[in-house]
């Protein structure tokens, strides 16, 4: 229910922004999140934002590089990630609330939907 799209492959201090589309219908305007996983490393919690766009939460780690931000007209959440670092190399996932829940979370067990991610590889 949840596609992923706009990896790659950059260099260090490029930009790129990440869509992740919302299908099906079943999920209406839900908390929306990333969620990356290094080479090697656990999943760690990026970003996070409301079904209404209101509020937003980022990992501390994200030092204002990247903002989070949907368009519920395209059922769709995007993350631009700006000076990017090689150190941000993942795969990328975007995850869902399930309805019922209105707030933010960087708890990956708060997320019950989960795309197939898609890879960001930024080099030195």
């Known amino acids: 229910q949840l596609l992923e799209s706009g990896g790659g492959l950059v260099q260090a201090g490029d930009s790129l922004t990440l869509s992740c589309e919302v299908l099906?219908?079943?999920?209406?305007?839900?908390?929306l999140g990333w969620v990356r996983q290094a080479p090697g490393k656990e999943r760690t919690f990026v970003a996070s934002?409301?079904?209404?766009?209101?509020?937003?939460q980022y990992a501390d780690t994200i030092e204002g590089r990247f903002t989070i931000s949907r368009d519920n007209g395209k059922n769709t959440v995007y993350l631009q990630m700006s000076d990017l670092k090689p150190e941000d190399t993942a795969v990328y996932y975007c995850?869902?609330?399930?309805?019922?829940?209105?707030?933010?979370?960087?708890?990956?067990?708060?997320?019950?939907?989960w795309g197939q991610g898609t890879q960001v590889t930024v080099s030195s």
């Open positions: 934002i409301m079904g209404s766009g209101y509020d937003s």
């Open positions: 995850a869902a609330r399930s309805p019922g829940y209105y707030f933010t979370s960087d708890y990956q067990g708060d997320y019950e939907y």
């Open positions: 099906g219908g079943a999920l209406r305007d839900p908390v």
